[in-house]
């Protein structure tokens, strides 16, 4: 039996982009940041960040593209997939991200006035996964 999952939680680099195919399918594409802190042997503070592309379909790239923002905490599962395409240019370009079918938002409303971060409740909301339709999609037809 083989398993590929990815589970990771982090902070969004930039606001999610959100595009339509013209399937009729939603996309939603973003970058989240992971982070560890350790000392070293010489007893000084280290940090080192990590970038992931996280990528949704349908409705919760739908719900990703509507209440996440830059700086977002955010929970993510998935699978990890490596793309691979020719650029305009020629040269022959390779992606890998995480194709995202679960995702809990960690950020509740903050008690300023004017947040358009939604509250959920006392805890963290989930979006459950939506059903996998597998289904070959086409580089031309990926809108970023």
Do not use: C
Request: zero cysteines; a neutral charge; proline letters at 3%.
């Amino acid at each position: 039996m083989d398993l590929n999952r990815a589970t990771i939680l982090g902070r969004l680099t930039r606001d999610p982009e959100m595009k339509s195919l013209p399937s009729g399918k939603t996309v939603t594409s973003f970058s989240l940041a992971t982070s560890r802190v350790w000392t070293d042997s010489a007893g000084a503070k280290q940090k080192q960040s990590e970038y992931h592309n996280i990528v949704m379909w349908g409705k919760l790239a739908e719900t990703a593209g509507q209440y996440l923002k830059k700086a977002s905490r955010l929970y993510v599962e998935g699978r990890i997939q490596t793309r691979e395409w020719e650029g305009k240019d020629g040269a022959k370009r390779t992606r890998t991200e995480i194709v995202a079918d679960n995702m809990i938002m960690l950020d509740g409303k903050s008690s300023g006035e004017g947040s358009e971060t939604p509250s959920f409740g006392k805890s963290a909301s989930t979006v459950a996964p939506q059903e996998v339709v597998e289904e070959e999609i086409k580089v031309e037809d990926i809108p970023f």
